[in-house]
T-cell receptor
C-alpha cells in the first residue's frame, strides 16, 4: 500500500508569496493531521481533520495559515503571505479513527524555505 | 496541561550500551503513550507504545517503562547499535490529538 504522499518535497520561495502544500492520506484512513517541525519547537500539531471536517485548528499560528480537506483523499495547507519564520518541515499524517492503537502514519514531509 | 516534556535533547552512547530517554506529562487524561523514531529526511514512524494501565512493555531491544503516579515514562534501548542513531519522540494521545515531546537526537558510536 502507498503511504502518505506529500508534495512538494522541497519548496523555496520569497517572502510574501503564497505557498500550498499538498497531502494524500493512506486510503481508508479518515483522520488527517498537519504538523510543523522546527529545531526550536519540535513537532507542533497545526490542525487535524476527522472525516474531512476540521476538529481542532488551535495550533494554526495565525490567519496567514489555512487548511482544507475537500475530500477523503486530499488535503492542502496554505500559507499566504509567507514569511521567513515559516521555514520548517511540514508533515502530513493519517490514521484510522477506529484504530485501537492510534498509530499515526507520516509522510516524508515538505521542506519549506522562505527567503 | 497538554505538554509532554522530553529529556535529554541529545544523547551519545557507545555501541552495546543502554540508551535512556525520559518524558513527563501533566494531563492525566492522556490515554496512549507512543514513541516515534525519525531518520534524517523521513517522517516519524511508530516504534513502540504503551497504555497507562501497563507498567512496562518490551519489544526486542526496546522497552517502555511507565510510572503512572509520577506521570513519567521512558524508553530504554538495550545493546544500542549505530543503526539506532535517529531522533526519538515521545508522545501522548488526548482525544484524538497526538502531542509530541521535543525530541532526543541519539547518536550511537561504533
Amino acid at each position: 500500500d502507498a503511504g502518505v504522499i506529500q508534495s512538494p518535497r522541497h519548496e523555496v520561495t520569497e517572502m510574501g508569496q503564497e505557498v500550498t502544500l499538498r497531502c494524500k492520506p493512506i486510503s481508508g484512513h479518515n483522520s488527517l493531521f498537519w504538523y510543523r517541525q522546527t529545531m526550536m519547537r519540535g513537532l507542533e500539531l497545526l490542525i487535524y481533520f476527522n472525516n474531512n471536517v476540521p476538529i481542532d485548528d488551535s495550533g494554526m499560528p495565525e490567519d496567514r495559515f489555512s487548511a482544507k480537506m475537500p475530500n477523503a483523499s486530499f488535503s492542502t495547507l496554505k500559507i499566504q503571505p509567507s514569511e521567513p519564520r515559516d521555514s520548517a518541515v511540514y508533515f502530513c499524517a493519517s490514521r484510522r479513527l477506529a484504530s485501537s492503537t492510534g498509530e499515526l502514519f507520516f509522510g516524508e514531509g515538505s521542506r519549506l524555505t522562505v527567503l | 496541561q497538554q505538554q509532554v516534556k522530553q529529556s535529554p535533547q541529545s544523547l551519545i552512547v557507545q555501541k552495546g550500551g543502554i540508551s535512556i530517554i525520559n518524558c513527563a506529562y501533566e494531563n492525566t487524561a492522556f490515554d496512549y503513550f507512543p514513541w516515534y523514531q525519525q531518520f534524517p529526511g523521513k517522517g516519524p514512524a511508530l516504534l513502540i507504545a504503551i497504555r497507562p494501565d501497563v507498567s512496562e512493555k518490551k519489544e526486542g531491544r526496546f522497552t517502555i517503562s511507565f510510572n503512572k503516579s509520577a506521570k513519567q515514562f521512558s524508553l530504554h534501548i538495550m545493546d544500542s547499535q549505530p543503526g539506532d542513531s535517529a531522533t526519538y519522540f515521545c508522545a501522548a494521545l488526548l482525544g484524538g490529538k497526538l502531542i509530541f515531546g521535543q525530541g532526543t537526537e541519539l547518536s550511537v558510536k561504533p
